[in-house]
């Protein structure tokens, strides 16, 4: 027996659609003039309202710095009364701690004055490991680096 015949694929009856190749044009929702009037419009707008938030930016700075220059006097007093309360607080400590330890006076080296050639009512700066000595080690390490920074 033989193998039937394989049938060739053929176009169906009365042929294929036609292929549609004409151009269509995409449909038009504005015309030029329009959208270069839309786009003036929304620059217009755009730059009124960036001038509108650039005035009040700069009324808001000028306020801020105001109030910067009105409250820095009194953050440098307050930072100026904290130093002398600590220089206070470490001069206490030192006076408890060596209250037993006979000929210590509190400010001087067994009674020999630091600084001799200054007067006795002359503040003189500690450095940084003699203000903070009777500190929390926590607290020097954190100052530390914020001083490195600044």
Partial sequence: ??????LQD????????SIPF???????YF???????????FTTVGLSLYYLNCRENHRNEVEMR???NVIY???????DREYLKQLRRNR????????????????TWYGEPVFKTLPKDKLVDPTFEEFYVHSA???RANRKNVKMWA
């Fill in 92 to 107: 206490d400590e030192e006076a408890a701690l060596m209250k037993d330890v006979k000929g210590w006076e509190v400010g």
């Fill in 66 to 68: 105001g109030a910067r």
């Fill in 10 to 17: 053929m176009p169906p009856r009365g042929g294929y659609q």
């Fill in 22 to 28: 004409a151009r269509v044009p995409a449909k038009k």
């Fill in 31 to 41: 015309k030029g003039w329009q959208l270069i009037a839309a786009y003036a419009g």
């Fill in 73 to 79: 006097a009194l953050l440098l007093a307050e930072r």
């Fill in 137 to 139: 080690s926590k607290d």
């Fill in 1 to 6: 027996m033989s193998a039937p015949a394989k």
